[in-house]
T-cell receptor
């Protein structure tokens, strides 16, 4: 149980274009999902907390107009990287908790974004 | 907000030896402390976790200890095997009901056969 599916696993796009990443909880309802970003050989940095039916809460330093998050249902959250630049190239990982906020986080497989 | 510091950044041990990774956190109200193992290019996998009402937890070769007073917690891996080689992250969940986890910097563990 507690499977989180993330698509695509890899994406290459040109500078200036937008990329959408989907995160789905397959066998549970996730009121809250989290989006992390990980640069090579670095830690997972929390970008935003995605709440179903409401606006996402962004961490300090994360541009909400550049990283659009939509949590339209209890099983789906999307992250759109708008007007992508090479410095946005990174590993993006979503996660969700099963049940209460005090439950473990389960991660998606991640999306390797490369902006050329 | 919560800040998590993790040490060492790299750790190399011989197969069969023990490995210890330490983390400290800043928010005294933090109540949940998981450890994740991440292999190259893959998602982090939860290996063990501990809650603030417990001082120690063990699962086969893996154990975690928590010292709330000192605000630090540690991961102990005994009888290490080459397949234990990976990056390990500690994390802390702070106060409030957002459920978000803040991660340490990670430790690259290499177990030499």
């Amino acid at each position: 149980g507690a499977v989180v599916s993330q698509h695509p696993s890899r994406v290459i796009c040109k500078s200036g274009t937008s990329v959408k990443i989907e995160c789905r909880s397959l066998d549970f309802q996730a009121t809250t999902m989290f989006w992390y970003r990980q640069f090579p050989k670095q830690s997972l940095m929390l970008m935003a907390t995605s709440n179903e039916g409401s606006k996402a809460t962004y961490e300090q330093g994360v541009e909400k107009d550049k990283f659009l998050i939509n949590h339209a249902s209890l099983t789906l959250s999307t992250l759109t990287v708008t007007s992508a630049h090479p410095e946005d190239s990174s590993f993006y990982i979503c996660s969700a908790t099963q049940g209460s906020y005090n439950s473990p986080l389960h991660f998606g497989n991640g999306t390797r974004l490369t902006v050329t | 907000g919560e800040n998590v510091e993790q040490h060492p950044s790299t750790l190399s041990v011989q197969e069969g030896d023990s490995a210890v990774i330490k983390c400290t956190y800043s928010d005294s109200a933090s109540n949940y402390f998981p450890w994740y193992k991440q292999e190259l290019g893959k998602r982090p996998q939860l290996i063990i976790d501990i809650r603030s009402n417990v001082g120690e937890k063990k699962d086969q070769r893996i154990a975690v200890t928590l010292n709330k007073t000192a605000k630090h917690f540690s991961l102990h891996i005994t009888e290490t095997q080459p397949e234990d080689s990976a990056v390990y992250f500690c994390a802390a969940r702070g106060s409030g009901n957002t459920g978000k986890l803040i991660f340490g910097q990670g430790t690259t563990l290499q177990v030499k056969p």
